[in-house]
C-alpha cells in the first residue's frame, strides 16, 4: 500500500516552554523572532545578575514587551530564579498577581549565569512545599554539577540524587525536567504518575555528540546539557513523536554572539529560534508522525500548565526547500542560526 504524503496541515500556535531571551541589545534582536513564531513562551530567568524576585520578573516582562512590535499577541510566561535565599512569599505574590509562571532551578554552576543557583538542595525544601501548595510549577535544569561526574552522565545522577529525592519530599511538587538529553530522563517521565512533565529541545531531537566532536569540534553544536549519544537522541525522538502528553516543546533557543561561542572557552547554546517549527516538521515527517506535531508543539504544554491552547491555528505546507537566514546581526555582534544539517522543506505561513 502507497501511504500518502501530507503536504499541509494546520495545527494551533505553538508555544515554546523554554526559551532565553537575554536583555538590552540582544533581546531587542532575538524576541521578535520568537514572537512572531509562538503564542508564549517560558522565559528564563539566567540574566546577570538573575531575575530572583517577583518584582524583578514584572521589570524583565515590561523590558521584552517593550522590545516587541506594538500589536504582538506574544506572551511571555515569566519565571524566577530560585536561590537559597529566594522569599516564598515573594514568589507566591508574584504567581498569585500573575506575574511569573514557574520557578527555575538551576544547581549552582550547571550552566551560563547559573552560579547563584542552588548548591544544599535541603535549604530549599520550604520554598518547593510552598510552591506545591499553591501549585507554582517547577522547571529544573537536570544536571548535577560535581566535578567527578562525567558531564555525559550528569543527567542520570541528577535523576538519582537530586529529583527523586526532591519528588518523593514534595510529591504534589510539579516539576518540568527541562531539555532532556537520555533515555533516563525519557523512562523517569514516562514511570511517572503525576506532577512531572519533560520539555525536549529542537537541536537534542537532531544532533548527538558525534554532530560536536566528530571531523573537528563544531562550536555552535555545543550546549548544556550537552547532546549524547545516538541511542539517546532515538529515544527523544520517540518521545517526542509518541503524543505522550508528558513531553513538550522547549527550544531552549539560548543566543550567543559568534565571538563568545567562537573561543578557547566557549558559551553552551543553540539559537534556533528561526527555524525550529521547520527543523520538527522534518523530524515529525521523516517519522512518519506529522499527526502528532500538534500535540509536541502546541497542546501537551499548555494542558501541563493548565492553560489554554491559544487560539490561533498556523499553516505548515510542504514544498522546495526552505532557506533560513544563518545568522541574525545583533548589535552587539553576529548570531549563527542552528544548521540542522539537512534540508528542510517545511514552511510555516
Ligand atoms: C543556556 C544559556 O546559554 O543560557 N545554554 C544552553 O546551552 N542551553 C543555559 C541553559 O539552559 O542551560
Ligand atoms: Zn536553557
Same mark, same amino acid.
Given at each position: 500500500?502507497?501511504?500518502?504524503?501530507?503536504?499541509?496541515?494546520?495545527?494551533?500556535?505553538?508555544?515554546?516552554?523554554?526559551?532565553?531571551?537575554?536583555?538590552?541589545?540582544?533581546?531587542?534582536?532575538?524576541?521578535?523572532?520568537?514572537?512572531?513564531?509562538?503564542?508564549?513562551?517560558?522565559?528564563?530567568?539566567?540574566?546577570?545578575?538573575?531575575?530572583?524576585?517577583?518584582?524583578?520578573?514584572?521589570?524583565?516582562?515590561?523590558?521584552?514587551?517593550?522590545?516587541?512590535?506594538?500589536?504582538?499577541?506574544?506572551?511571555?510566561?515569566?519565571?524566577?530564579?530560585?536561590?537559597?535565599?529566594?522569599?516564598?512569599?515573594?514568589?507566591?505574590?508574584?504567581?498569585?498577581?500573575?506575574?511569573?509562571?514557574?520557578?527555575?532551578?538551576?544547581?549552582?554552576?550547571?550552566?551560563?549565569?547559573?552560579?547563584?543557583?542552588? =548548591?544544599?538542595?535541603? %535549604?530549599? *525544601?520550604?520554598? +518547593?512545599?510552598?510552591? &506545591?501548595?499553591? @501549585?507554582?510549577?517547577?522547571?529544573?535544569? !537536570?544536571?548535577?554539577?560535581?566535578?567527578?561526574?562525567?558531564?555525559?552522565?550528569?543527567?542520570?545522577?541528577?535523576?538519582?540524587?537530586?529529583?527523586?529525592?526532591?519528588?518523593?519530599?514534595?510529591?504534589?511538587?510539579?516539576?518540568?525536567?527541562?531539555?532532556?538529553?537520555?533515555?533516563?530522563?525519557?523512562?523517569?517521565?514516562?514511570?511517572?504518575?503525576?506532577?512531572?512533565?519533560?520539555?525536549?529541545?529542537?537541536?537534542?531531537?537532531?544532533?548527538?555528540?558525534?554532530?560536536?566532536?566528530?571531523?573537528?569540534?563544531?562550536?555552535?553544536?555545543?550546549?548544556?546539557?550537552? =547532546?549524547?549519544?545516538? %541511542?539517546? *537522541?532515538?529515544? +527523544?525522538?520517540?518521545? &517526542?513523536?509518541? @503524543?505522550?502528553?508528558?513531553?513538550?516543546? !522547549?527550544?531552549?533557543?539560548?543566543?550567543?554572539?559568534?565571538?563568545?561561542?567562537?573561543?578557547?572557552?566557549?558559551?553552551?547554546?543553540?539559537?534556533?529560534?528561526?527555524?525550529?517549527?521547520?527543523?520538527?516538521?522534518?523530524?515529525?515527517?521523516?517519522?512518519?508522525?506529522?499527526?502528532?506535531?500538534?500535540?509536541?508543539?502546541?497542546?501537551?504544554?499548555?494542558?501541563?500548565?493548565?492553560?489554554?491552547?491559544?487560539?490561533?491555528?498556523?499553516?505548515?505546507?510542504?514544498?522546495?526547500?526552505?532557506?533560513?537566514?544563518?545568522?541574525?546581526?545583533?548589535?552587539?555582534?553576529?548570531?549563527?542560526?542552528?544548521?540542522?544539517?539537512?534540508? +528542510?522543506?517545511?514552511?510555516?505561513?
Amino acid at each position: 500500500m502507497i501511504k500518502q504524503r501530507l503536504d499541509r496541515i494546520i495545527i494551533r500556535q505553538p508555544d515554546d516552554w523554554h526559551l532565553h531571551l537575554r536583555d538590552g541589545a540582544m533581546m531587542q534582536a532575538v524576541a521578535p523572532l520568537s514572537a512572531a513564531r509562538f503564542g508564549r513562551a517560558i522565559i528564563m530567568p539566567n540574566l546577570s545578575p538573575p531575575v530572583v524576585t517577583g518584582a524583578q520578573a514584572s521589570a524583565y516582562r515590561d523590558r521584552i514587551m517593550a522590545s516587541l512590535p506594538a500589536e504582538t499577541n506574544f506572551r511571555p510566561l515569566m519565571t524566577c530564579y530560585l536561590t537559597e535565599d529566594s522569599d516564598a512569599d515573594d514568589l507566591a505574590a508574584a504567581y498569585r498577581n500573575d506575574i511569573i509562571t514557574a520557578v527555575k532551578l538551576y544547581p549552582a554552576g550547571s550552566t551560563t549565569n547559573s552560579a547563584s543557583g542552588i =548548591a544544599n538542595f535541603d %535549604k530549599i *525544601r520550604p520554598i +518547593l512545599e510552598r510552591m &506545591a501548595d499553591i @501549585g507554582l510549577p517547577l522547571c529544573v535544569h !537536570g544536571e548535577v554539577t560535581d566535578p567527578d561526574v562525567d558531564i555525559f552522565d550528569r543527567e542520570a545522577v541528577f535523576i538519582d540524587k537530586v529529583l527523586k529525592p526532591i519528588r518523593k519530599k514534595v510529591p504534589d511538587l510539579k516539576v518540568i525536567m527541562e531539555h532532556i538529553t537520555t533515555t533516563d530522563a525519557v523512562d523517569y517521565v514516562r514511570d511517572s504518575r503525576s506532577n512531572l512533565a519533560a520539555t525536549i529541545t529542537t537541536h537534542h531531537l537532531i544532533i548527538n555528540r558525534n554532530h560536536i566532536l566528530a571531523g573537528g569540534i563544531k562550536p555552535h553544536y555545543y550546549c548544556l546539557p550537552v =547532546a549524547k549519544r545516538e %541511542k539517546h *537522541r532515538i529515544a +527523544l525522538v520517540q518521545a &517526542a513523536i509518541s @503524543g505522550d502528553k508528558r513531553f513538550f516543546l !522547549g527550544t531552549d533557543s539560548a543566543p550567543h554572539t559568534d565571538s563568545n561561542k567562537l573561543q578557547s572557552c566557549g558559551c553552551a547554546g543553540c539559537f534556533t529560534a528561526i527555524n525550529t517549527i521547520s527543523c520538527l516538521a522534518e523530524v515529525f515527517d521523516v517519522a512518519g508522525k506529522m499527526d502528532k506535531l500538534e500535540s509536541f508543539t502546541s497542546l501537551a504544554g499548555p494542558r501541563f500548565y493548565d492553560l489554554a491552547p491559544n487560539k490561533g491555528f498556523v499553516t505548515l505546507t510542504r514544498g522546495d526547500v526552505v532557506v533560513h537566514p544563518d545568522h541574525i546581526n545583533t548589535a552587539d555582534g553576529p548570531i549563527t542560526v542552528f544548521d540542522p544539517g539537512f534540508p +528542510l522543506h517545511w514552511r510555516v505561513e
